[in-house]
RNA sequence: UGGGGCGUGGCCAAGCGGUAAGGCACGAGACUUUGGCUCUCGCAUUCGGAGGUUCGAAUCCUCCCGCCCCAGCCA
């Protein structure tokens, strides 16, 4: 269609600084096959943050035909644990399902890094040649072995050595910003004594702290992680990898940068607080001499999310002090919380993409998230009643003990997905907030006098409104309905301005609804006055319960995990963890957009 | 007061010397058997500030201001 007068633009993938980069990489022949890499340490669960991180390294690998190792930082056997491991394998695959399980980079069970000649090498297995091996997350801690041969070769060409100084000393002698270190009074030491001082430490003759490797580069420059920082450092404790055979263990720095090195990684995507750390991590991975293509490291800013924390050691807390019921708290940042809580992966993703990537501070507004969750939710959930602060509604002129069936669509988005059928009669449920006595300004609902529809059912027109006479609090509802506007409109050409969902009483299921509030009531809870803790902000209300919820009937044969969407109230999805025959709970993923509350809030 | 990073609408974010994309939020309207969804329209004479270079600057230069990160044998 060159004669179009509309020239078509084509669709452009999303790009930021590090896609640009990596575009250029390829077109330059910088790198043939892209391989990033998820490297978090197992010490707490995945959150919200870390999904940032893993959709900006998947998508850079789905994008380019790369691939993205899953590597747990296991460098400090104090930390960490087989379970946090678990679970993050488990998030990870939850993630990216269904969109770049093939550039899922694990390796064979049981894999080190192989010794190559001075070399040392492990790439990922592709699924497709696995031949029925088991495949599992790589480790940092399988590199060990490959890392302290590292060590040895710094040490032979003096560019490390092995250093006597407590952590204190350590601590003074490297110097504030603006004012230079000192250099440590082993800094001289020959290869041949660093290389026994090393052996020693490794063999285990001294105690925790006594001495460490320290890279020789310069006490006196500007940049402190370049003032001869520690690479190892002694820890007589229990690995959840590599049990006892260590009691040396690697630091972040060495271990990093030599791991990408390991794995063969191009592009190694960090956050901007690691910027600092870059000099070294290139000062390290050039130091060795090593015979292939380096991996480069570009920085990123990290997500913050309005209303919540995503630190771990904070998240941590709040799980400790109790003032959530575990990691997977359906109010948690964390992957755990959101999947309970029923967030799609989908959601997460398109979040991600949304939000970008720069090196610019962000809080990026609830808004979004929320908004992400309702486009896939409103695609996908089942449509179903269900009544959340029930009021009775008596229909005067129908019949007692007649009932009707009604088939509804599961979902009028998508009529392929079906339909239910819902049960009718003289009694239902609707909502506590459908009725006023007296309507305000704009109430289209149930007030005495004006007629609505009840979805898929029949036109009522409220006649009498009944209410406790100590609390005023209405009690029952009566109205008569108008058989000639069964599921249609009415044939006079009235007009209805409201649609009620409705539950029949005899009909209706019993069920416990859970909803939720931000977990922090102010935007940045790290925002506090002096000195105060961030849990100050914690929101009392994050958390709402409602007992004796009416739900219909189709619902006893919800499963958990499905999302639904309770018509005009939210969408939910059955908690698996804490439903009992008979007794389902229902979490609220997130509620529907609200017109109507906006109304109220702007006129009161 | 050393080094590094960053400042584009309420929140994200494009922009790479040729006259401010897009999304969210917000506002107005249309449609509607969910006050949901969808659709339409509106929403920065201006890019932290001040100078300068240029026919032309958010983009280049200079100075200034503000915010963030770094002194773990954590990552």
């Given at each position: 269609?060159?004669?179009?007068?509309?020239?078509?633009?084509?669709?452009?993938?999303?790009?930021?600084?590090?896609?640009?980069?990596?575009?250029?990489?390829?077109?330059?022949?910088?790198?043939?096959?892209?391989?990033?890499?998820?490297?978090?340490?197992?010490?707490?669960?995945?959150?919200?943050?870390?999904?940032?991180?893993?959709?900006?390294?998947?998508?850079?690998?789905?994008?380019?035909?790369?691939?993205?190792?899953?590597?747990?930082?296991?460098?400090?056997?104090?930390?960490?644990?087989?379970?946090?491991?678990?679970?993050?394998?488990?998030?990870?695959?939850?993630?990216?399902?269904?969109?770049?399980?093939?550039?899922?980079?694990?390796?064979?069970?049981?894999?080190?890094?192989?010794?190559?000649?001075?070399?040392?090498?492990?790439?990922?297995?592709?699924?497709?040649?696995?031949?029925?091996?088991?495949?599992?997350?790589?480790?940092?801690?399988?590199?060990?072995?490959?890392?302290?041969?590292?060590?040895?070769?710094?040490?032979?060409?003096?560019?490390?050595?092995?250093?006597?100084?407590?952590?204190?000393?350590?601590?003074?002698?490297?110097?504030?910003?603006?004012?230079?270190?000192?250099?440590?009074?082993?800094?001289?030491?020959?290869?041949?004594?660093?290389?026994?001082?090393?052996?020693?430490?490794?063999?285990?003759?001294?105690?925790?702290?006594?001495?460490?490797?320290?890279?020789?580069?310069?006490?006196?420059?500007?940049?402190?992680?370049?003032?001869?920082?520690?690479?190892?450092?002694?820890?007589?404790?229990?690995?959840?990898?590599?049990?006892?055979?260590?009691?040396?263990?690697?630091?972040?720095?060495?271990?990093?940068?030599?791991?990408?090195?390991?794995?063969?990684?191009?592009?190694?995507?960090?956050?901007?607080?690691?910027?600092?750390?870059?000099?070294?991590?290139?000062?390290?991975?050039?130091?060795?001499?090593?015979?292939?293509?380096?991996?480069?490291?570009?920085?990123?800013?990290?997500?913050?999310?309005?209303?919540?924390?995503?630190?771990?050691?904070?998240?941590?807390?709040?799980?400790?002090?109790?003032?959530?019921?575990?990691?997977?708290?359906?109010?948690?940042?964390?992957?755990?919380?959101?999947?309970?809580?029923?967030?799609?992966?989908?959601?997460?993703?398109?979040?991600?993409?949304?939000?970008?990537?720069?090196?610019?501070?962000?809080?990026?507004?609830?808004?979004?998230?929320?908004?992400?969750?309702?486009?896939d939710l409103n695609r996908h959930a089942l449509r179903r009643m269900a009544v959340l602060d029930p009021v009775r509604v008596v229909i005067e002129n129908y019949p007692e003990g007649k009932v009707e069936e009604f088939e509804l669509a599961d979902n009028p988005e998508d009529s392929a997905v079906g339909t239910r059928r819902v049960a009718f009669s003289?009694?239902?449920?609707?909502?506590?907030?459908?009725?006023?006595?007296?309507?305000?300004?704009?109430?289209?609902?149930?007030?005495?006098?004006?007629?609505?529809?009840?979805?898929?059912?029949?036109?009522?027109?409220?006649?009498?409104?009944?209410?406790?006479?100590?609390?005023?609090?209405?009690?029952?509802?009566?109205?008569?309905?108008?058989?000639e506007t069964k599921r249609s409109n009415a044939p006079d050409g009235r007009k209805v301005k409201a649609t009620l969902h409705w539950v029949s009483a005899s009909h209706a299921i019993d069920a416990e609804a859970r909803l939720y509030e931000p977990l922090f009531t102010a935007e940045d809870p790290d925002d506090v006055p002096d000195g105060a803790d961030?849990?100050?902000?914690?929101?009392?209300?994050?958390?709402?319960?409602?007992?004796?919820?009416?739900?219909?009937?189709?619902?006893?044969?919800?499963?958990?995990?499905?999302?639904?969407?309770?018509?005009?109230?939210?969408?939910?999805?059955?908690?698996?963890?804490?439903?009992?025959?008979?007794?389902?709970?229902?979490?609220?993923?997130?509620?529907?957009?609200?017109?109507?509350?906006?109304?109220?809030?702007?006129?009161?």
């Amino acid at each position: 269609m060159p004669d179009s007068p509309i020239t078509e633009r084509p669709e452009t993938e999303r790009e930021d600084f590090i896609r640009e980069i990596v575009k250029d990489d390829l077109a330059r022949g910088a790198v043939s096959a892209v391989v990033t890499r998820f490297p978090p340490e197992p010490n707490g669960y995945l959150h919200i943050g870390h999904a940032k991180a893993l959709c900006l390294n998947f998508g850079i690998a789905r994008q380019f035909g790369g691939i993205c190792n899953l590597r747990m930082d296991d460098t400090n056997p104090a930390k960490e644990d087989v379970e946090y491991e678990d679970s993050i394998l488990d998030d990870v695959r939850w993630l990216v399902a269904g969109w770049a399980d093939d550039c899922l980079g694990l390796k064979a069970r049981g894999d080190v890094a192989r010794a190559d000649g001075r070399d040392f090498h492990l790439a990922a297995v592709p699924p497709a040649s696995a031949h029925g091996r088991a495949l599992e997350p790589f480790r940092a801690s399988d590199y060990f072995d490959a890392l302290h041969a590292f060590g040895v070769r710094l040490i032979e060409s003096g560019k490390a050595f092995v250093c006597d100084h407590t952590a204190e000393e350590v601590d003074r002698m490297r110097g504030a910003p603006g004012e230079g270190g000192q250099e440590s009074h082993y800094r001289g030491r020959s290869a041949a004594e660093n290389l026994d001082l090393f052996a020693r430490m490794r063999a285990g003759e001294f105690p925790d702290g006594a001495r460490t490797l320290r890279a020789r580069i310069d006490m006196a420059s500007p940049n402190v992680w370049l003032r001869d920082p520690v690479l190892y450092r002694i820890r007589h404790a229990s690995h959840h990898n590599t049990g006892d055979r260590w009691c040396i263990y690697p630091l972040y720095d060495l271990a990093h940068g030599l791991s990408d090195y390991i794995e063969g990684v191009t592009h190694s995507l960090c956050t901007l607080e690691f910027v600092s750390h870059r000099p070294l991590y290139d000062w390290l991975l050039e130091a060795l001499a090593l015979p292939r293509a380096l991996p480069h490291k570009y920085e990123f800013a990290r997500l913050n999310l309005a209303h919540t924390v995503m630190s771990k050691r904070k998240l941590l807390r709040l799980v400790q002090e109790g003032r959530v019921s575990g990691w997977d708290d359906p109010r948690m940042p964390t992957i755990r919380g959101m999947r309970r809580r029923g967030y799609p992966a989908a959601a997460l993703r398109d979040f991600a993409d949304r939000i970008g990537v720069a090196r610019r501070e962000n809080r990026v507004e609830l808004a979004l998230l929320e908004h992400c969750v309702r486009e896939d939710l409103n695609r996908h959930a089942l449509r179903r009643m269900a009544v959340l602060d029930p009021v009775r509604v008596v229909i005067e002129n129908y019949p007692e003990g007649k009932v009707e069936e009604f088939e509804l669509a599961d979902n009028p988005e998508d009529s392929a997905v079906g339909t239910r059928r819902v049960a009718f009669s003289r009694e239902l449920w609707i909502e506590r907030d459908d009725v006023r006595e007296v309507p305000p300004p704009k109430f289209f609902r149930l007030s005495p006098g004006v007629e609505v529809r009840l979805r898929g059912a029949y036109w009522i027109r409220c006649t009498a409104v009944r209410t406790d006479a100590t609390t005023g609090e209405i009690t029952e509802v009566r109205a008569t309905y108008d058989p000639e506007t069964k599921r249609s409109n009415a044939p006079d050409g009235r007009k209805v301005k409201a649609t009620l969902h409705w539950v029949s009483a005899s009909h209706a299921i019993d069920a416990e609804a859970r909803l939720y509030e931000p977990l922090f009531t102010a935007e940045d809870p790290d925002d506090v006055p002096d000195g105060a803790d961030f849990t100050q902000g914690l929101n009392p209300r994050s958390l709402e319960l409602r007992q004796g919820c009416k739900l219909e009937r189709a619902l006893v044969d919800a499963v958990p995990g499905q999302p639904l969407q309770f018509e005009r109230v939210g969408y939910f999805v059955q908690d698996g963890a804490e439903s009992r025959p008979g007794a389902p709970v229902f979490l609220r993923t997130v509620t529907l957009k609200d017109a109507w509350a906006r109304v109220e809030k702007r006129g009161g």
